[in-house]
């Protein structure tokens, strides 16, 4: 089962910092938390994953919280292209991955 | 990191029928993963192919309705057996490689009639 719990939507304008929260508060000490999306139901594409600090790449940043009960994905500057569902999950023991519904994040212009 | 392929992309298959749907990746990788996307709906992992062995099959999911084969580190099939217009999906491989990184394949689209 999944471990996240994210909203089901949200809107950004364009040009504008789109923040993506997740709840995963019964993560264990040493399960990773990675982040991907999905546009138009191709395969999803990662983005970004962390274990306890703060993570940065050209794609975008993701904020976990002291006690790694919930991170925040920031997509620094939204463009059109980032319409799409984006999945917070946890990776488990055997590197499977549980999804969970997503938060379908909708660019505006 | 590596790049997956699927065959074919799409299907249109009529129900009693099977489909036997196939994965290559272009690099070796440790583990292969096959998923189910229903209409509207996020993915559910059906399966983890296992080279050499018997694939580990998550609750729900039985051999007989999905076998799964993979006789090496780079290629993987999933047969979907028996179909109904249930099993009208989008079934995805997905492989780890030595980064980490899970990456996947563009998907199968199946429609069942």
């Known amino acids: 089962d999944a471990k996240t719990t994210q909203p089901p939507s949200m809107d950004c304008a364009e040009g504008r910092a789109a923040n993506l929260p997740c709840n995963h508060s019964?993560?264990?000490?040493?399960?990773?938390v990675y982040w991907y999306r999905q546009i138009h139901s191709q395969g999803p594409q990662y983005i970004i994953h962390?274990?306890?600090n703060n993570e940065t790449n050209e794609m975008a940043s993701l904020i976990i919280t002291e006690d790694r009960k919930s991170s925040t994905l920031i997509l620094p500057h939204a463009t059109l292209r980032d319409t799409a569902v984006y999945y917070c999950?946890?990776?488990?023991?055997?590197?499977?991955?549980?999804f969970g519904t997503g938060t379908s994040l909708t660019v505006i212009p | 990191s590596a790049v997956i392929s699927q065959k074919p992309s799409r299907d249109i298959c009529q129900r009693g029928t099977s489909l036997t749907i196939q994965c290559q990746v272009d690099?070796?990788?440790?583990?292969m993963f096959w998923y189910r996307q229903q209409p509207g709906q996020s993915l559910t992992l059906i399966a983890t192919?296992?080279?050499?062995?018997?694939?580990?099959?998550e609750s729900g999911f039985v051999i007989d309705k999905f076998p799964i084969s993979r006789p090496n580190l780079t290629f993987s099939t999933l047969t979907v057996s028996n179909m109904s217009p249930e099993d009208s999906s989008i079934y995805l491989c997905?492989?780890?490689?030595?980064?980490?990184?899970?990456?996947f394949g563009p998907g199968t689209r199946l429609t069942v009639l």
């Open positions: 999950i946890v990776r488990v023991d055997g590197n499977q991955f549980y």
């Open positions: 019964t993560i264990s000490g040493n399960e990773y």
């Open positions: 962390g274990l306890k």
């Open positions: 690099s070796q990788v440790t583990m």
């Open positions: 192919a296992n080279q050499g062995s018997e694939a580990t099959y």
């Open positions: 997905s492989g780890w490689g030595r980064g980490n990184e899970q990456f």
